[in-house]
Nanobody, 124 residues
């Protein structure tokens, strides 16, 4: 399983960013794929995940209405569109995948497979 995230950057509060993740080495439709983030001094937390089988999506309460997860199965890509970014969204964002549906809880257990992180910095 390989995951490669990109698209992070620095924006001002209220700005937008789109993260991308290219997946390989596994059957996209048999995995939960999504995004987690880790801010300095904080634990890694779930942001949003998608069931590759039926497209079901889940979001952390803190990002509902501002972030949208989507995918392109043909390209094996997962995206995270982030709008109205806030300083508290500042973190390293990770693309992750796991075949266990429990990952949709965006809590423990965390996914088994991780890409490298991409930094998102939101200034006030």
């Amino acid at each position: 399983v390989q995951l490669q995230a990109s698209g992070g950057g620095s924006v001002q509060a209220g700005g937008s960013l789109r993260l991308s993740c290219v997946a390989s080495g596994f059957n996209f439709e048999q995995y939960i794929i999504g995004w987690f983030r880790q801010a300095p001094g904080k634990e890694r937390e779930g942001v949003s995940c998608m069931d590759g089988y039926d497209g079901k999506t889940v979001y952390a309460d803190s990002v509902k209405g501002r972030f949208t997860i989507s995918s392109d199965h043909a390209k094996k890509m997962v995206y995270l569109q982030m709008i109205n970014l806030k300083p508290e969204d500042t973190a390293v964002y990770y693309c992750a995948a796991d075949p266990r549906v429990v990952v949709l809880l965006l809590a423990q257990p965390l996914p088994d497979y991780w890409g490298q992180g991409t930094q998102v910095t939101v200034s006030s």
